[in-house]
């Protein structure tokens, strides 16, 4: 059968990881080439010295967390709101675990481990926890990014089950699953549209949901728009909101 969202892995240049290109390949079920396709609506990952992408016709989507340094050094980090969502509200000194349930690209869970967490993401789709993968290898070997993240760790599959073989209780778990698209905004951001293409929106809330809550964290956080339902219906025991963001603070 075609896999209707990789039509093959294109490895670039001299400074590429061969082998895990041909097992991407393999895992996809694709081949492993050397051109770009022809075709300008194709839909392949790219490897070459910069990393990996994925290609989407003309959107790319990779994971650069150098992007990110500006909002975490210089003093910015205090100003973004989820530090004020997940701020700890004692024990200093103590070493602090995150679990990302929903990781995507991420962003956030890179947030948190600038604060000082050790932060366990997961991630469910293929191709962005490939993205993901090869992001978590970059950036350790970054010497602007691998403070942060030597404190960040990947796992690929289903968050529920993920959650369900935790070996301790984490200080948080951060939920944000994919939320559908409002069309007004769809020429907003490039890379949000490649994501809705490639990820469905939420559809198992209350079983992710529950995970969590039986992974005994001190605090979950779920990030919606500020119009949106409560995940699971479930009514936070606070809310940290901005106009473009809404994190639900639920503590068990």
């Given amino acids: 059968m075609k896999n209707e969202m990789v039509d093959c892995v294109v ?3 001299k400074k590429v990881d061969t082998d895990r290109a041909r097992r991407l390949a393999k895992e996809f079920g694709v081949e492993l080439v050397n051109e770009i396709p022809d075709d300008k609506w194709a839909k392949y990952f790219l490897m070459d010295k910069t990393g990996l992408s994925y290609f989407a016709g003309k959107q ?4 650069d967390w150098n992007n990110m340094l500006s909002r975490v050094t210089g003093g910015h980090l205090q100003h973004e709101i989820l530090m004020k969502a997940a ?3 004692s024990d200093e000194g103590v070493k602090l675990r995150a679990v990302d349930a929903t990781a995507g690209l991420g962003e956030d869970a890179f947030i948190l481990a600038a604060m000082g967490y050790e932060v366990e993401m997961f991630e469910h789709n293929s191709i962005t926890a490939a993205l993901l993968h090869d992001g978590v290898i970059r950036a350790r070997n970054d010497s602007k ?3 942060i993240a030597r404190r960040m760790t990947f796992n690929s599959g289903e968050s529920k089950e993920l959650l369900r073989g935790l070996s301790y209780n984490p200080d948080i778990i951060y939920l944000d699953p994919m939320y559908p698209e409002k069309k007004k905004k769809a020429e907003s951001k490039k890379k949000m549209q490649i994501l809705h293409q490639i990820e469905a929106p939420c559809s198992d809330e209350i079983e992710l949901m529950e995970a969590a809550m039986k992974s005994k964290p001190r605090k979950i956080i779920v990030k919606r728009p500020p119009e949106a ?4 219906g479930i009514t936070p025991t606070y809310s940290v909101t901005r106009k473009a963001v809404r994190y639900d603070c639920i503590v068990p």
């Fill in 229 to 232: 339902d409560f995940l699971a």
């Fill in 11 to 13: 490895i670039q240049g």
């Fill in 60 to 63: 790319e989507l990779k994971v």
């Fill in 87 to 89: 701020k700890p509200e």
């Fill in 145 to 147: 990014l691998q403070d």
